[in-house]
């Protein structure tokens, strides 16, 4: 067998090739969460037990067995050197490689033995999709085209997983939090979704509180230093007469027009409100 496989018209690299069953890693890396521990478990089982689920396989047009669940069974197999694997072929009409990823993802969340966190992890792998079938509808919507079925991801998320969608919500909100050691627990079922979740929403209340506190603290320290700046006065005019004061106001060329009896007094009103323009008549004894 040849080092590569076509498949929808693009070659891959052949990943395992064992009797008449091909893997590549595009589809053995996609679901792939089985960390050592749990591996050697299952090596251990299926060296005393065997191998009780079938390895499936979708039979390409070109006569090769394409591994579409099982990878992890069939690596054990090969390790353990078992030559009588059960197999059973999926008779699906695939078009694309993400199909064939897509049902691999609702495969495995309709397994009634995974938690709900282990059904989103894979159902979120196919979030991506999900999202690019939304955005092409609001394209089309944008176009004037009618649309028939509307994308709500995290509904289409939550029917993948077949959980609530409620609690596929939480579950992304913690994953999007940022709050990577409360992920970590969720993800390795130390905290439920929902005890996660209560985590993230207490955390942002404390962020926002500090937010909002560093907010009004910077906007108090501001208002003091304004406060301790006196405003610029703007050099008065001063005139021989009364008409020449009225000129000046009625023109707009000053804001206010001051008669006082010396310089002193005029000074005094003027720093009340030293942002004005002023015309300043000194009437003489």
């Excluded at 009780?52 to 069939?74: E, F, K, Q, S, T």
């Excluded at 938690?115 to 999709?129: G, I, S």
């Excluded at 029917?159 to 609530?164: F, Y």
């Excluded at 913690?174 to 627990?185: D, H, P």
Aim: charge should be negative; aromatic fraction near 8%.
């Amino acid at each position: 067998m040849s080092n590569t496989i076509q498949l929808f018209n693009k070659n891959y690299n052949v990943y395992y090739h064992y009797q008449d069953l091909a893997t590549i890693w595009e589809l053995q890396s996609y679901l792939s969460i089985t960390d050592l521990n749990r591996y050697n478990q299952l090596k251990a089982d299926i060296t005393k037990n065997g191998v009780h689920d079938p390895i499936l396989y979708y039979a390409m047009p070109n006569g090769i067995n394409l591994v579409i669940d099982g990878h992890m069974r069939l690596k054990a197999c090969i390790e353990l050197e078992i030559s009588d694997i059960p197999t059973k072929e999926i008779k699906e009409d695939f078009e694309s490689l993400s199909d064939i990823q897509f049902w691999m993802v609702k495969n495995q969340c309709q397994r009634r033995n995974l938690t709900p966190v282990e059904k989103l992890k894979f159902a979120c792998l196919h979030e991506e999709a999900i999202v690019k079938r939304a955005k092409e509808n609001l394209a089309k919507a944008g176009r004037g085209e009618y649309i028939d079925d509307k994308v709500d991801t995290i509904l289409e998320i939550a029917k993948l997983a077949g959980v609530g969608r409620t609690t596929t919500a939480r579950y992304r909100s913690v994953i999007n939090s940022g709050f990577y050691g409360i992920i970590s627990q969720m993800l390795n079922e130390k905290l439920s979704i929902s005890a996660a979740y209560n985590q993230v929403q207490d955390r942002l209340k404390i962020k926002e509180i500090n937010i909002a506190s560093a907010i009004e603290n910077k906007l108090a320290l501001q208002g003091k230093q304004q406060s301790n700046i006196q405003p610029e006065m703007h050099e008065p005019q001063y005139v021989l007469d009364y008409h020449a004061g009225r000129h000046l106001l009625t023109t707009n060329e000053v804001e206010c027009f001051i008669m006082a009896k010396d310089e002193t007094k005029a000074k005094d009103i003027m720093s009340q409100s030293p942002s004005l323009k002023y015309a300043v008549f000194i009437i003489e004894d």
